[in-house]
């Protein structure tokens, strides 16, 4: 299995730039497409964008296009999201995810997907 912890949030100001970082340790079968979703007070979990192995990009609110950038290093199993630009409303529990290869899954080396536990960003306006 894996482990991912995610590191960087923090208050930031309107307008200012952080940087998440997500580390992935153990099983690397278990490591294939790896997203960001956030979760903002009362509301639910929502996906932020994903990146493939190849580094193929998909960004899934079209808020953040443009002001977030999702990157990763394979050699060192890291994840990465550069925000620029913040706003207020982009103040969430930001969390890392991987989905294996769907092989992995079924042959039972793997979860469906794992989770980190989160990391606070909060944005003052």
């Known amino acids: 299995h894996v482990r991912l912890v995610e590191s960087g949030g923090g208050l930031v100001q309107a307008g200012g730039s952080r940087r998440l970082v997500c580390v992935a340790s153990?099983?690397?079968?278990?490591?294939?497409?790896m997203g960001w979703y956030r979760q903002a007070p009362g509301k639910g979990r929502e996906l932020v964008a994903t990146i493939t192995t190849a580094g193929s990009t998909y960004y899934a609110d079209s808020s953040v296009k443009g002001r977030f950038t999702i990157s990763r290093d394979n050699a060192k199993n890291t994840l990465y999201l550069q925000m620029n630009s913040l706003k207020a409303e982009d103040t969430a529990v930001y969390y890392c995810?991987?989905?294996?290869?769907?092989?992995?899954?079924?042959?039972?080396?793997?979860?469906?997907?794992?989770w980190g536990q989160g990391t606070q960003v909060t944005v003052s306006s």
């Open positions: 153990g099983d690397t079968d278990c490591i294939n497409v």
């Open positions: 995810k991987s989905d294996p290869a769907y092989a992995a899954v079924v042959s039972g080396t793997c979860r469906s997907d794992y």
